[in-house]
Structure formats: structure tokens, C-alpha cells
């Protein structure tokens, strides 16, 4: 299968049929979205190593995987995010506090997924395209037309947990898309040691419609979404978009990627870097004035502003919150448990 | 009304499924078949493939598309066909199902029920006898669950589908055929013990399919004048301590009776519960009788593995000889 692509790595537009649906206001918006996730995920970095975060897992040279296909989808469809897609998180209005939380450790997640459509990010790889399946089925059972969106990477297709995902919304035709960042490492493990067929092949062996798209590439990403969206919203069964990106950044701030990988690879996907290559589009075309990086840069110094703000702001939960919401219907070990430990606590207080 | 372990199940789940339309009973050969021992014989033909679902043989599927269809506001019992078939769940159970509320800080709640039939006495082959409920019983998060008798078969599992925890309900299948009185309603909330037979020698403390052989022993230690107290704890987690406590603060002596081996299971819980409850009340140490620490045994040493009448009452004897 041929790579998808509609604005080469030259920052030229190709001559597929998608290309004329291109306009100046997408753009803009595609390059704004990317911008801010960026400068988002290099404030975060700065701030775990400062020490106010305990881990960050940068989303750097993944923006337009991201925010192309997040942008093709509407508002209302649901999101099951795997754990670096910040910049669709902020396309869904999730902003740096929410974000930030579960990495600082006040936290287990940042944010409410039904207010946002976007759900928690889930850190034992895959679970979440069940999630997503049982979700669609509830669609399909509301005779909605939602479409369901699943992140997830290219190591956690080699969990049983995706292929079973796959298997099931084949199975039960249900209105999924799912979105495999394929970012070419697991960690320090290459994509040639995860699987033996590229994934769209495997795909496509459960029944699924695929797309094979160059993940630096916003406008391809994002059309080929949307084409995938559309035919799922019709009742055309579920598809896997594979999305061919690069993780520019160690795993985590706990990484050391030197250890396997060279600085000639880097280099060969700095000059795919996706927002350079939109940057280029919109210059030749003379899409987007001064006035408009101007703006965005104030925008994107705001963000950055508000972010270390926010995190610096978020205090220590109290102990006890951590004995709210295990279950609904509450327990009187539980409560025993709470009860106890705050008179441990305050027997200190009573002493000083 | 006087009907089947197995019946009591099938008429809750019928009357789950009529009165709440977000319920939903997903599993292997759930729909047509009924289940390989039936429990849910008749409801897809009642309420249809879209609320009875034959789903693939995955079991993470079923409990993870479970976690995803109580997010979109359904109430699914899933089946999972045998206890020894539910660990490749258990991520789904585990990290997912019993973990998503406190994550998410309250945002979500996913009432899901995983029915497992439980334990041996079937005669069956390997991984279809096991008793593994103190893994998740260990697993903060989730509320467990074991119906001994058709009334709490039935009643029981109606309270797990309205309550909006996620539930692991245990079915012990040796007591699918066995009959009893379902009374029009409950008459014990879900987190309770239930004193099954008062006496005040010695309490035996058990539950799921040792309730049988408990109440048989007490029966025998009747004719040899020794007066015993049965207790059904029910609910395995939480662990309805109070009411422990309370028996055995009365009879000064303890028995726990499981299928589950017993290092690690939850007889150890009951026994250092009751020590630091009430230590100064017990006239002997709490014993335990359970599984031993092997595998499943074969069936045709599965006599051997599950405590027994005589099994029980040598510990009882002990007991009271302490």
C-alpha cells in the first residue's frame, strides 16, 4: 500500500483529488493547533526538569498525527486516548492544568471525558480500544451516529488486547476508527522488532478499512480521516488509519535515547518535521500574514506562561482524597480505613 | 416461590433486563445456547441479540467492551464461562474496570457485573473448578460477591446490577441444581453477612459452596451435642467485619471453611480480623480449612482437595478441644 501524502516533505502540495479541498482557514488553523501543542509539550519538559513534574511523555514531531486527525472528526465524537497525545488533548479544549496533573502525581487523570468527549489516558497499552469498541457499540445501540476515535501506537499492536479490539469491532461492525500512531519505537524496541507484517496488512486480514498515511503530513492525515470517519459515520464498518510518524523525544524524561538510536536518523526526521513543512506551505501560498504569527506567537507565550503557572500552582491533595470515589456505593472497611488514618494524622498535630 | 440456584439467576437477569433497558448480558454462548449451564436460557429470545450479545471467545474483550459500553450509560452483566477462563480479564478487571472511578477523581462510574462460576464438585477438567476470588477481593475497587442459596442467587444479583460498583458475583455451579425458597424480596443488603444456622458452641464462617457442607457438619455435630453457628459471609469484599465480630464474639470459637487454597486466601483475612477484633473473646486459635496449596487436582481427586463434612468437623473438634 502506497503512503498517503498531500504535502510532501518539500512543503508542496501533490495533485490528489484532496489537495483542491485544501483552503488558507484550514491551514491556519491545522498550524495554530500544532504550534500550541508544541510549545505546550517543551514547557512541560522544562518544567519536569526543574522538578515540578515527575515525568513528561513528549508528543515533539507527532503534532500533526495528532491534531490532523483529531480536527477531522467532529466535536461530539468520542476520543480514547492512549498517554502522548497532548496536542489532541488541547484541540479538545483540555488545557495545561488538566494536562499536567496526572504527571505531577496530585492526580491519577486530569480531566472529566464525558465534558471533553476525549477519555483518561491509559498507560497499559491498548486496554483502551476496548474501551472504545464497547463504547461504539453503545452507539450503535442510541442509533447515534457518532464515530469513535482510538489512539494508540505502534507497541501496543502487539498487545492480544488490540487485535482482540480489532477482531471485535470487525466482528460487530462498530463505528471505531482506529488511529495507530506509528512513531517507529517503542521505548528502545523498533517497530522491525514488533511486528512481521506492516500493521495496515494486519488490518486489513481483521476486516478493516485502512489507510497507510504519512503521519507528518497534516493535511493528509486529516483528509484521510475524515474519508475514514465518513464511511464508518455511514455504517461502513470500522477502519484503522496507520499514521507514519516520528517520537523526536526520548519515550519519557526518564529515556535516554542515544542508548538506540543514531543522530543521522534524527536528522533524517528533522527534515520531516510537520510544522516546518506547513510553515512552507502557508509562506509560498501567502496564507498566513505577520500579523497572524505575531499573534499566535503571543498566543503560544501565553500558553507557555500559563503552564508553568498552573503547575507551579497545584498544591498536594489532601491524604484523604485518596479514599474518595474507590467505589460509588461506599464501604465501611473503607471508611474504617479513612476514618483511622485521619486520627493517625491528626494524633501528630494534637502533639506539636 | 421455590426454584434452582441456577433458575433464581436466570429470572434476575429477566427481570433486570425488563425493567432497566440499559442492562445488557454479553458472553460466550450467552444468546441461543443459554449458556453452557444455562443461566441465561431464554433471554435473547425474550429481549433480542442486541441486549443478549454472543460475543467472540476474548475474554479481555468482554470486560474491556463492557468498560466502554458503561461509559456510554449501559449496565452490562457479563458472563464469563469458568473461573479458570477469567485471568485473560484480568488487566480489563484489574487495571480498567476496578480502578476507572477513582482515576477519573468520581467523573465515571461503570456499573458492570462479571458473573464467574466458581469452584469445584462438577467433576470437570482443568481450569473449569477453581475458587480465585481472593484476587479480587485483593483488588481495591471492586465489590465481591458469592450466592449460596437460590434467595441470594436471585436477589443478590439484582442488588450487584443496581448498584453502580463494578461487582465480581461468584456462582458456586455445584449448587446451580440445588433448590430453595426466593422470597419476593431481599432481605439483607448487598455488603452483608448472613447467620445461616444460630448456635452457640463454635462459629463456622464460610461461603459460596461451602455453605452446604458447613451447615451438613453443623448438622452431624448436632447428634454429638455440640451446638454450631453457620455464617455466610456473602460479601467477600467488603468483608461485613461487624457481623463477624459479633458471632464470634459470642461462640468464643471459629472455623473459616473455603474451596480457595488457603495461603493467601481470605480465611487468613477473617482469622486476623477476628484476632485484632476480638482477641480477648477467643477460646482458641481460628482455624482454617481449605484447598490445599496445588493446583486443582484432577476430578478424580477433587474428594480430597475440597474440604468435606469430615474435614470440617475435625477442625471443629479441635477447636473445641483447644
Redesign the interface.
Known sequence: METYVLLGADGRLSDEPAARDVTPELCRGLYRDMVLARRLDSEAYSLQRQGELGLWLQCLGQEAAQVGSIRAIRDDDPVFPSYRDHAAALCRGIGPEALLAQWRGVRQSGWDPAEHRFGVYTLVLAAQLLHAVGYAMGVQRDGTDEVVLAYFGDGSSSEGEANEAFNWAATVNAPVVFFCQNNQWAISTPTSRQFGAPLHRRAAGFGLATELVDGNDVLAVHAATRRAAETVRRGGGPALVEATTYRMAGHSTSDDPTRYRTEAELDHWRARDPIDRLRTLLDREGWADEAFHADLDAEADALGAETRRVCRAMPDPDPSTMFDHVLPGGSPVLAAQRDGYAAYLASFEDAS | MTTTLSRALTTALHHALETDPKVLVMGQDVGGLGGVFRVTDGLQKDFGP?RVID??I?E??I????????????RPVCEIQFDGFVY?AF??IV??LA???????????LPVVIRIPVSGGIGAVEHHSESNEAYFAHT??L?VVAAATPQDAHWLLRQAIE???PVIFFEPKCRYWSKGEVADGPDLP??AARTVRPGGDLTLLTWGSMVETCLAAAAAAEEEGHDLEVVDLRSLA?????ALVGAVGRTGRAVVVHEAPVTGGLGGEVAASLAERCFDRLEAPVRRVGGFDVPYPAARLESHYRPDLDRVLDAVDRTLAY
Open positions: 442486541d460475543t467472540p476474548a479481555a474483550g470486560v474491556g467492551t463492557a468498560i466502554g459500553l458503561a461509559q456510554r450509560g449501559y485473560p488487566n480489563q487495571s480498567q480502578k476507572m472511578h477513582a482515576r477519573t477523581g468520581g467523573a465515571i462510574t481495591a475497587g465489590r448498584s453502580d460498583d448487598m455488603h467488603p468483608i461485613d467485619v461487624e
